[in-house]
């Protein structure tokens, strides 16, 4: 019965901790899933990049790209650093990049080699 109980526990605690990682992992494919965003994140996983970089590289104006590079910020998939007047934002840690990756696998590798 007390073994029971435990293995009750236990089966719980490892469903609350897969709950909160679905919610982690769906918070963070939000993020992902809005394709000016993804844009510049792809653009980011070759090197760090000012606003002013991204605007000519997207053609997009200042206020649509700082929106979203604000977002990524918020959602912790890119960091920035301070130099003189510039901030150079890049990728914020490596699990972004492993997705990133796998994403280009997926949608760019493969297309590429049946063309």
Do not use: P, W
């Not at 007390?2 to 679905?22: G, N, P, R, Y």
């Not at 510049?40 to 053609?59: Q, S």
């Not at 934002?89 to 990049?97: K, V, W």
């Amino acid at each position: 019965m007390v073994l029971h109980a435990l293995k009750e526990i236990d089966i719980s605690d490892e469903l609350e901790t897969m709950a909160h990682k679905a919610h982690e992992a769906s918070e963070f494919l939000k993020a992902l899933a809005h394709e000016s965003r993804l844009v510049i994140l792809c653009v980011l996983a070759e090197g760090e990049k000012t606003v002013g970089d991204l605007e000519a590289l997207l053609d997009q104006r200042q206020s649509t790209v700082s929106q979203q590079l604000a977002r990524l910020r918020f959602d912790g998939l890119v960091a920035t650093r301070r130099d003189g007047k510039n901030i150079y934002y890049r990728l914020a840690n490596d699990d972004t990049r492993i997705v990133l990756d796998a994403i280009h696998e997926v949608f760019c590798d493969k297309r590429a080699s049946k063309q």
